[in-house]
């Protein structure tokens, strides 16, 4: 599991009018625009509190709606991850980890790419503390990639799309 269980504890999501009201306050924290001096602990905040939704009962009751607010989301969550103050970007990087763990098999394939591929890329920056720190995340990451492919996978099999290595399809 995801090292931040201790530090962040589940938030009480009543109603999903709550959780819409959550998702609404991130996503004006966490756009897209480029992070100042001035709302970095502003977006810190906003990560620790979406990793506490994440945790709570909201997955299992209105998981629908939380993986949409997710997808939403997701490209805020990067700037984040990409961050070069360290330790809003290693928050970034565990809260994505939760996500793989609590959410990884209901992700669309956006909000995993756009998840996925930034990992990657992340992994491969100069900063050692950042890169150490997805190599410790590859097991609930791995998690989220399995997931999520075979799920992707087999609806493509289900469905005739998958064409194996020599264009026939593919039998399991």
Same mark, same amino acid.
């Given at each position: 599991? +995801?090292?931040?269980?201790? &530090? $962040?504890?589940?938030?009480?999501i =009543? @109603? *999903?009018?709550?959780?819409?009201?959550? #998702?609404?306050?991130?996503?004006?924290?966490?756009?897209?625009?480029?992070?100042?001096?001035?709302?970095?602990?502003?977006?810190?905040?906003?990560?620790l509190?979406?990793?506490?939704?994440?945790?709570?009962?909201?997955?299992?009751?209105?998981?629908?709606?939380?993986?949409?607010?997710?997808?939403?989301? +997701?490209?805020?969550?990067? &700037? $984040?991850?990409?961050?070069?103050? =360290? @330790? *809003?970007?290693?928050?970034?990087?565990? #809260?994505?980890?939760?996500?793989?763990?609590?959410?990884?098999?209901?992700?669309?394939?956006?909000t995993?790419?756009?998840?996925?591929?930034?990992l990657?890329?992340?992994?491969?920056?100069?900063?050692?503390?950042?890169?150490?720190?997805?190599?410790?995340?590859?097991?609930?990451?791995t998690t989220?990639?399995?997931?999520?492919?075979?799920d992707?996978?087999?609806?493509?099999?289900?469905?005739?799309e998958?064409?194996?290595?020599?264009?026939?399809?593919?039998?399991s």
């Amino acid at each position: 599991m +995801a090292n931040t269980d201790s &530090v $962040v504890p589940a938030i009480s999501i =009543t @109603s *999903l009018k709550d959780l819409e009201k959550d #998702l609404s306050g991130l996503l004006k924290v966490l756009d897209s625009r480029k992070e100042t001096e001035a709302d970095w602990e502003l977006r810190e905040k906003a990560l620790l509190h979406l990793g506490g939704i994440i945790k709570s009962d909201s997955v299992s009751c209105y998981k629908k709606r939380l993986v949409q607010g997710l997808h939403d989301l +997701a490209e805020g969550i990067v &700037v $984040v991850l990409h961050s070069l103050r =360290t @330790s *809003l970007s290693l928050k970034a990087i565990s #809260l994505i980890t939760d996500i793989g763990v609590y959410l990884g098999s209901f992700l669309d394939a956006y909000t995993f790419d756009t998840f996925f591929s930034n990992l990657l890329r992340c992994s491969s920056q100069n900063n050692p503390t950042t890169m150490d720190n997805v190599g410790r995340q590859k097991q609930p990451t791995t998690t989220l990639c399995l997931h999520l492919s075979q799920d992707n996978l087999g609806d493509a099999r289900a469905k005739g799309e998958f064409k194996g290595s020599h264009g026939e399809n593919s039998q399991s």
